[in-house]
């Protein structure tokens, strides 16, 4: 009763002009960005954390929130109409969503998508607001042991971001990015670390540069190389739903709305593999299989519906245990510390009414992204027109000028172009961006809470390993990395697999 009343003030806080314009125009702003291929949700949160510094806290989380929401919905529209997902989230969108544009039906598909991705979502919020403060609670038993433990989880289960298939990647990444937090003066003595007499670097490499510089500058440099591709549609028919046809999969949405919901409570794994996880589940249990890959109805609602209830089950462990979901939640859980919020176990003390702040901030981006995806359908088709060459330049600008005006420095510029040169490169090399960026925020974390814990034993290792939440992700530490190697899977495997007679 408690959450219902805390959540219901928090619908009510949000009801002014100035909140409803910003849902407008930044929930417009992130199917745009989506919609654009080359430009990732990632990619938006990190450039918005930059131009929403100034802005009151609760006003410049609730923009970051919009350009998640939509874009990760956005990036259907490329898929749908170019066979080529806006996002990786959208990937298993194409599948079908471009048949059926080959077939005049562009905009049902669009409509189709877009009522899938508000009913994935609402699946998502209903277990944010259920599973987070319940996790929050549990996480109160934590102590600097616990903690270190869990920041290193968060590093570790960061190598499942790997796009590649190959999680060493991941943890290399990852172990990169904690040597980049190492840099500056430790929080506990004031001791300066790794400078190299560089007096810039005493307070450390800034989140926000390394960050726009992994995620902007890197993409900016990563769609300039890569081919364009061409649209192959423009014709759009009937955008509205027929009820018949949602109500006709609704089981199969209400089932990958579960499933996505559960993928994002898993630090580390994102929306694409909500995706993919929802739509070969429909694919199996469904009695129409050989339409799938041909225009399946089902199939394009089993993806967009999985791969947008990621999004709030991706805050779950956002919130309550600042480990993130996927890689957009990575980023927010920075712009989360930069404007003042701690994300993790004390969330639910220091600050009980943000969860659920943050669940009526979700409420009002879904219902944003529903209505404007619907009302500007045809409005939307114009802006994947826009020439790479034309946009380009502008997010370029954009990766200058945010790092800059936070602290008008010119090394947090050179930091920027640094991580966007390092970040294409190990993009090339197949190394996913987000563990790194993950190691920068955890670093500090661990760093601190490794020296605090061994301060309260005197040296002694034996408290990390025997205290109970301790002992649980410690194993979980050792089973994620063993399982991630090909030999002890392919074993396990053997081992499982029942013997014939």
Not at 159 to 173: D, F, N, V
Not at 257 to 284: C, M, N, Q
Not at 335 to 349: D, K, N, Q, T, W
Not at 434 to 450: E, F, H, M, Q, S
Request: hydrophobic share 55%; with cysteine; net charge positive.
């Amino acid at each position: 009763m408690q959450g219902l009343e805390m959540l219901a003030s928090g619908l009510l806080s949000l009801m002014s002009f100035t909140t409803l314009f910003n849902v407008a125009w930044a929930t417009v702003l992130g199917i745009i960005v989506g919609s654009l291929p080359g430009l990732t949700a990632t990619m938006g949160v990190a450039l918005l954390t930059t131009l929403t510094y100034k802005l009151p806290q609760e006003q410049a989380i609730l923009i970051l929130l919009c350009m998640y929401v939509g874009a990760i919905y956005g990036g259907s529209r490329s898929a749908i109409l170019l066979n080529i997902p806006g996002t990786p989230a959208n990937a298993a969108t194409a599948l079908d969503g471009f048949p059926l544009a080959r077939q005049g039906r562009a905009g049902y598909a669009m409509g189709i998508a877009t009522t899938s991705s508000a009913i994935g979502t609402l699946i998502g919020i209903v277990a944010l607001a259920i599973v987070a403060p319940l996790l929050a609670e549990v996480a109160l038993d934590f102590g600097s042991y616990e903690f270190f433990w869990l920041a290193l989880f968060g590093v570790v289960i960061s190598g499942q971001l790997t796009a590649s298939g190959q999680p060493i990647k991941g943890y290399i990444a990852g172990i990169l990015g904690l040597m980049v937090a190492m840099v500056g003066m430790e929080g506990l003595h004031a001791h300066v670390r790794f400078t190299f007499g560089i007096p810039e670097m005493n307070g450390g490499i800034g989140l926000i540069p390394a960050m726009v510089g992994a995620f902007g500058f890197a993409e900016v440099l990563t769609v300039m190389y890569d081919k364009r591709a061409q649209m192959v549609s423009t014709a759009v028919d009937r955008i509205i739903p027929r009820f018949v046809d949602v109500w006709r999969y609704k089981i199969t949405a209400l089932r990958s709305g579960i499933v996505g919901t559960f993928i994002g409570v898993i630090p580390g794994v994102g929306e694409d593999i909500g995706a993919w996880a929802s739509y070969a589940l429909a694919k199996r249990t469904s009695r129409e299989k050989d339409q799938f890959g041909k225009g399946s109805i089902e199939g394009l609602t089993a993806a967009e519906t999985g791969n947008s209830a990621v999004v709030p089950g991706a805050l779950i462990p956002a919130l309550t245990l600042a480990v993130p979901g996927s890689a957009p939640a990575a980023v927010l859980i920075a712009a989360l510390f930069i404007h003042g919020v701690r994300p993790g176990p004390m969330i639910m003390i220091e600050q009980p009414q943000f969860v659920y702040l943050v669940v009526a901030m979700m409420l009002l981006a879904t219902i944003a992204v529903t209505i404007f995806g619907l009302m500007l359908a045809r409005p939307l088709l114009l802006v994947l027109r826009i020439s790479r060459e034309r946009l380009m330049p502008v997010v370029f600008v954009l990766c200058v000028i945010g790092p800059y005006a936070i602290t008008q420095r010119m090394f947090d510029v050179w930091v920027m172009l640094f991580f966007g040169v390092f970040g294409f490169l190990l993009r090339k090399m197949d190394y996913p961006m987000a563990p790194l960026v993950l190691g920068i925020i955890l670093g500090d974390l661990l760093d601190k809470n490794l020296r605090r814990g061994l301060t309260l034993s005197d040296g002694e290792f034996s408290p990390f390993f025997t205290r109970p939440i301790s002992a649980v992700f410690c194993g979980l530490i050792v089973l994620t990395i063993m399982a991630s190697i090909p030999t002890v899977r392919r074993s396990a495997a053997r081992l499982l697999k029942p013997k014939t007679a």
